[in-house]
């Protein structure tokens, strides 16, 4: 029996929920599309994803997920993360499955005043607590719509963020905002320019001016995503 197979066998399927809606809510798709994902300038894989919000009134809340395929170094791996989030777009809850090289699977969990994490590898089971500060986001690595969810945060504001596959919580800075264009799909497209620091890293991000997601890069890593069309 393969790792992945022993691994889809045991970690419980904890947002189940958000692939059997109810069929009266209200379902709006927010965003989608694909990205190009890139390390240290070469082409490794696509992220294609979906962003719905749910629900109306207290009950709104925001389902994200895609599937983002890589060619790596080590061998193919797949990555399949699934986010639900409050209607403020804090989280509520989040798993994500990586098959293939590196094979991990982690879920997230909101208890009361805290965040409960399980990870799960070939080798073994990790769990961890965090505090639940209101507000708190996700923002898992390598995985470019999540900063959709960073998109309303205003140029010298912080928040806490939770890095599941890292294990560890930061604050988000916003550092500076500014207004420029950027090339999408061969086009100029106006766009914010939002600088972030997490972990004295600079992220910078582009959005549209509905708060879509056309371009990410994290010199630090070498990662960099680029939006496939407008």
């Known amino acids: 029996m393969s ?18 809606l109810p069929v009266r809510a209200q379902n709006v798709v927010v965003d989608e599309g694909t ?21 109306q009134g207290a009950d709104t809340h925001v389902i994200a997920n895609g599937v983002i395929e890589l060619d790596l170094p080590g061998g193919h791996q797949q990555v399949k993360p699934l986010l639900r989030s409050g209607s403020d ?38 769990e961890q607590e965090f505090r639940a500060i209101p507000g708190t986001v996700l923002l898992d690595n ?21 890095i599941p596959r890292v ?17 999408v799909a061969g086009a ?5 320019h939002v600088t972030f ?7 910078a991000v582009w959005y549209d001016a509905n708060g879509k997601v056309l371009k990410v890069v994290v010199a630090d890593t070498g990662f960099s995503a680029e939006r496939t069309s407008q």
Do not use: C
Request: glycine share 8%; aromatic share 8%.
């Open 3 to 20: 790792d992945n197979t022993m691994l889809s066998r045991t970690l419980p399927v904890i947002l189940l929920f958000a692939l059997t």
């Open 35 to 55: 990205f190009r994902i890139f390390a240290h300038g070469r082409n490794v894989g696509t992220e294609t994803f979906t962003i719905r919000r749910v629900g």
């Open 89 to 126: 777009l804090s989280l509520s809850a989040y798993q994500v499955q990586v098959s293939g090289s590196d094979a991990t699977e982690v879920a997230v969990t909101l208890s009361g005043r805290r965040f409960l994490t399980r990870t799960r590898t070939p080798s073994g089971e990790l």
């Open 142 to 162: 390598g995985v470019a719509h999540q900063y959709w969810f960073l998109s309303r945060l205003t140029e010298g504001t912080e928040v806490t963020a939770l």
């Open 167 to 183: 294990g560890a919580q930061y604050r988000i800075k916003v550092r500076e905002a500014l207004v420029e264009s950027v090339q």
């Open 188 to 192: 100029e497209v106006q766009a914010r």
């Open 197 to 203: 620091t997490i972990e004295d890293r600079v992220h």
